[in-house]
Structure formats: C-alpha cells, structure tokens
C-alpha cells in the first residue's frame, strides 16, 4: 500500500472511531455508488464515503465556515438551504441521498424525505433516538435531555422535530416508504433487543433497494 494509501486508511479509521453513524452508513453504500450529503457540515463523511466506498459526489451546506471547510478537505459542495428543497437538482441524479443527524433540525421534515427520495434511488438518515431510556428518565425528572447525541440545552437547541424509533418507522409505514435496512447504535455497538428503548442513535436506509441491488 502507498503512503497516500495508509494516510487515507489511517483517516478513515480515525473518523469512524468518532462517528460510529459514518462506519453504519458506509455499510449500506455500495462501492463506487454516487451519493448526496445534505446538511454535509464539513465535509467528513462525504470524504470518509470516499476512502471507504470510493464514492462520488456533493454536499449541500448553508453555513460559510462549513463551505470553506469542504473545500479544504477537497469536497464538492453546493450552498444552500435545505429547507427550500433541492430544487436545484434532477430526479434520481445520486445512488442514495444521505441526511446524518440533520433530521431533527429540520422544518419540513416530510418534505426534505420525499425530496431526498426524488433526488436519489435511496435515502440514508441518521437520527438521536429520542426513546432511549436515559432521555425517557430525563424526561420523567422535569428536564430535557442532553447527550453526545443531544450535546443542547433547551434554550440554544437546534432540534424542532425530535422522533424515536417507533415514530419514524410509523410515518415510513403511513406513506407507503420501504425500510429497507435499520441499524440501532448505542456508545457505537449494535442494539438488537428493544431498540427504541436501548438505542441512543437510529440510522435508517430506505426506498426501494435500487441502488444497492444494480452494482
């Protein structure tokens, strides 16, 4: 392996080691697929995406520092607000649209999902699982949870949509959305067993399997 190759290796390591939510994501992209970051911050995983999955493809980014930042780390990024939609972009013109922990801090949730299903074959969301026991026990204390996952306090929070488990599996089910593949994590493990109870972050693939089906 070259040095370019280890330096890539060791990065792509180092990013999954502190997202767990990336290396979930990963796994349900196929190689060489081209994929849409909405909300992509500054531009790690769409990087990650690249040295793991040899990917292809663009962020969507509103904020100036989270642009520049893409640049630097040598993603395509396109600026603007998500809440307008993606107007700018054809039907099915990426293998999957991905949304990681940026759902809750939408608007028009419903309206970004279907838009993410117009834009891409598939769509991948990652989300803080609000039914997890200890945010439950928060709750039932008085007060609004915070945690690596929910880092806000109530008066400086970005979230206006949050959902567990069980709500987002609802709503897919009432709009005829497939599931095709859910992965419950908490502290970056796997949660198998009461998911909505025992999970802490949600990671949900959805459409119709197209786009993993055709490589």
Excluded at 131 to 150: F, Q, T
Aim: glycine fraction near 8%; aromatic fraction near 8%; charged fraction near 25%.
């Amino acid at each position: 392996m070259s040095a370019d190759g280890r330096a890539r290796t060791r990065h792509a390591a180092q990013v999954a080691a502190q997202r767990a939510d990336f290396a979930a994501i990963a796994e349900s992209i196929a190689t060489g697929s081209s994929v849409l970051d909405l909300g992509c911050g500054d531009g790690t995983l769409l990087r990650y995406l690249k040295e793991t999955r040899s990917t292809t493809g663009y962020g969507v980014e509103i904020a100036d520092e989270g642009v520049l930042a893409c640049v630097k780390n040598g993603v395509s990024v396109v600026q603007s607000d998500l809440e307008r939609g993606l107007s700018g972009f054809e039907d099915d013109s990426f293998d999957y649209v991905v949304l990681s922990q940026t759902l809750q801090a939408m608007k028009n949730s419903e309206i970004i999902i279907r838009e993410m299903l117009r834009v891409g074959r598939e769509g991948i969301v990652t989300f803080p699982n609000f039914g997890y026991w200890k945010n439950r026990l928060e709750v039932l204390r008085g007060r609004m949870p915070v945690s690596d996952n929910l880092p806000f306090e109530w008066f400086n929070t970005p979230n206006v949509r949050l959902c567990t488990v069980a709500d987002f599996e609802r709503f897919c089910a009432e709009r005829d959305i497939t599931i095709v593949e859910r992965k419950v994590l908490t502290n970056g493990r796997a949660v198998n067993a009461l998911p909505n109870l025992l999970g802490a972050l949600a990671v949900y693939h959805f459409g119709n399997g197209a786009a993993r089906l055709k490589k």
